[in-house]
């Protein structure tokens, strides 16, 4: 079982950054591939970006390449998403995961925990 937090959103200006952290309980984090999903008002939930459990290896989606830059620290149960040059895009959930498979494997349906999500509202 894995219990998962974020934290970091808020409200920020477009071309901004933000920093979310997801913080994760549990003694198996490093056995897992942690995931960034997020969700805008009467969208779907994509993934923005997947990291392996070793932090060795990541994915990220086109639309945030060379913005966003996602790490993790196995010693401390944490995964980070640093988002830089915030686009206007109104308000959207930021969800963390964690799931057992490739972490390439980034089908939403694989994906085995949930946080509850961090709101990231880009708005000058």
């Known amino acids: 079982q894995v219990q998962l937090v974020e934290s970091g959103g808020g409200l920020v200006q477009p071309g901004g950054s933000l920093r979310l952290s997801c913080a994760a309980s549990?003694?198996?984090?490093?056995?897992?591939?942690m995931g960034w999903f997020r969700q805008a008002p009467w969208k779907e939930r994509d993934i923005v970006a997947a990291?392996?459990?070793?932090?060795?290896?990541?994915y990220y989606a086109d639309s945030v390449k060379d913005r966003f830059t996602i790490s993790r620290d196995n010693t401390k149960n944490t995964v980070t998403l640093q988002v830089n040059s915030l686009k206007v895009e109104g308000k959207a959930i930021y969800y963390c995961?964690?799931?057992?498979?490739?972490?390439?494997?980034?089908?939403?349906?694989?994906?085995?925990?949930w946080g509850k999500g961090t709101l990231v509202t880009v708005s000058s």
């Open positions: 995961t964690a799931y057992s498979q490739h972490y390439n494997n980034i089908n939403i349906r694989n994906m085995g925990y």
């Open positions: 549990g003694r198996t984090f490093s056995s897992y591939a």
């Open positions: 990291i392996n459990w070793s932090g060795s290896a990541t």
